[in-house]
Each structure stands twice: as structure tokens, then as C-alpha cells.
């Protein structure tokens, strides 16, 4: 079984930095790409980041320069630095993967974590 859960979202206010973690966890072989993806109220689930294996990061317009994406060593925890955050980036944020089991290729969503800034 495989788990991927986020952390670290919350309430700041406009210009402040929030660093959010997305773990997987479980019988996993291996990793692909880890992304980030958030949704705004009313609006479609928007690709933010993204993380493959091979290490070339990429990021929407929207968030360039400000958010940063990285992967740890093992490459089973993601993180999302955000920094100079906007009231526009106000959403749930989710984390997107694809593992590889022993038997099995998946694609997996984490429950999402509600990031909420203030203006």
C-alpha cells in the first residue's frame, strides 16, 4: 500500500513564505515525477511545479520566481518553498506522483493542504 501525504500549509499574510512537504510512503520501488498542483475556489486543478528524476524542475508563470520546488536525496519527499506569496495564491495544494510497487505502476493524489493568504 502507498501513502502520500502533504504538510505544511496555513494562514499568512500577503509577502510572507510558507514551506510545504509531500511525503510518500509504503511498499514503492521507485519514483517518477513528484508535481504540485493547486486549486482556487470555483477554478480547475492547475499544475504549479514539477519534479522528475532527472532533476529539470518546472514551474507555471504564475509562481516563477517565487516558488521553488525541490526533492530530497532519497527522492521520496517533495517540497514546495513558496515565497512573496499573493492572496491569488490562495487554494488547496495537492501533490501528484507516479510510483512504481513491486507489481504495480500508479499515479497517486495526496489529500491536499489548505494554503490561505491574506491581503
Known amino acids: 500500500q502507498v501513502h502520500v501525504t502533504e504538510s505544511g500549509g496555513g494562514l499568512v499574510q500577503a509577502g510572507g513564505s510558507l514551506r510545504l512537504s509531500c511525503a510518500a510512503s509504503?511498499?514503492?520501488?521507485?519514483?517518477?515525477?513528484m508535481s504540485w498542483y493547486r486549486q482556487r475556489p470555483g477554478e480547475q486543478r492547475e499544475l504549479v511545479a514539477t519534479?522528475?528524476?532527472?532533476?529539470?524542475?518546472w514551474y507555471a508563470d504564475s509562481v516563477k520566481g517565487r516558488f521553488t520546488i525541490t526533492r530530497d536525496d532519497a527522492g521520496n519527499t517533495v517540497y514546495l518553498q513558496m515565497n512573496s506569496l499573493k492572496p491569488e495564491d490562495t487554494a488547496v495544494y495537492y501533490c501528484?506522483?507516479?510510483?512504481?510497487?513491486?507489481?504495480?505502476?500508479?499515479?497517486?493524489w495526496g489529500r491536499g493542504t489548505q494554503v490561505t493568504v491574506s491581503s
Open positions: 509504503g511498499s514503492i520501488s521507485s519514483i517518477g515525477t
Open positions: 501528484f506522483t507516479d510510483i512504481t510497487s513491486r507489481y504495480t505502476h500508479s499515479e497517486y
Open positions: 519534479f522528475p528524476k532527472d532533476g529539470r524542475t
